[in-house]
T-cell receptor, first 114, second 112 residues
């Protein structure tokens, strides 16, 4: 089956630093990947759509300069949280879309900003 | 934003019981998906539905794509403790590209 990985699985950083999260589709190519964040006991909130070879599309209210997305290849998208603050602490999940338009999710990255 | 109404929000059942949850919307969806999320993990796809009226099973799980294309249900038969988790419905609309709309989730607790 389709497998999506994320790295790291958890990260703790100091306020003001930047953190990069990687999302990889391991056994299929994904021209489109998605980045979500999830707060405790809530559903997934779409942050942005990552398109291979072009700029990401951000959802309303998501700061593109704070959440930098790069989709460098058909199997890799990265999310960089710049100048992280405690309110950015959350569970970040990526997904990758296959040719049948089905999204497969990564295992998530727990970000804690001190 | 959330446009899928998922119910119930939570369920507490005994092992062996059957479970049913559903999602409804005022909008038409072309695809319905059901995911399960364990604590600290990403959602795992359980069943994908692509046609109105479609009824699909995956082991003890059965899901249907409503005829009106505005609803879907998921049934779990003979529940076991490892069924515990949060179940999300998600839909794809023609006008939203590949962006999924998620329900708010159903927290399932199974007592052994």
């Amino acid at each position: 089956g389709a497998v999506v990985s994320q790295h790291p699985s958890w990260v703790i950083c100091k306020s003001g630093t930047s953190v990069k999260i990687e999302c990889r589709s391991l056994d299929f190519q994904a021209t489109t990947m998605f980045w979500y964040r999830q707060f405790p006991k809530q559903s997934l909130m779409l942050m942005a759509t990552s398109n291979e070879g072009s700029k990401a599309t951000y959802e309303q209210g998501v700061e593109k300069d704070k959440f930098l997305i790069n989709h460098a290849s058909l199997t890799l998208s990265t999310l960089t949280v710049t100048s992280a603050h405690p309110e950015d602490s959350s569970f970040y999940i990526c997904s990758a879309r296959d040719l049948a338009d089905t999204q497969y999710f990564g295992p998530g990255t727990r970000l804690t900003v001190l | 934003g959330q446009q899928l109404n998922q119910s119930p929000q939570s369920m507490f059942i005994q092992e062996g019981e059957d479970v049913s949850m559903n999602c409804t919307s005022s909008s038409i969806f072309n695809t319905w998906l059901w995911y399960k999320q364990d604590p600290g993990e990403g959602p795992v796809l359980l069943i994908a539905l692509y046609k109105a009226g479609e009824l699909t099973s995956n082991g003890r799980l059965t899901a249907q794509f409503g005829i009106t294309r505005k609803d879907s249900f998921l049934n779990i038969s003979a529940s076991i403790p490892s069924d515990v988790g949060i179940y999300f419905c998600a839909g794809l609309r023609e006008t939203s590209g590949s962006r999924l709309t998620f329900g708010e989730g159903t927290q399932l607790t199974v007592n052994p």
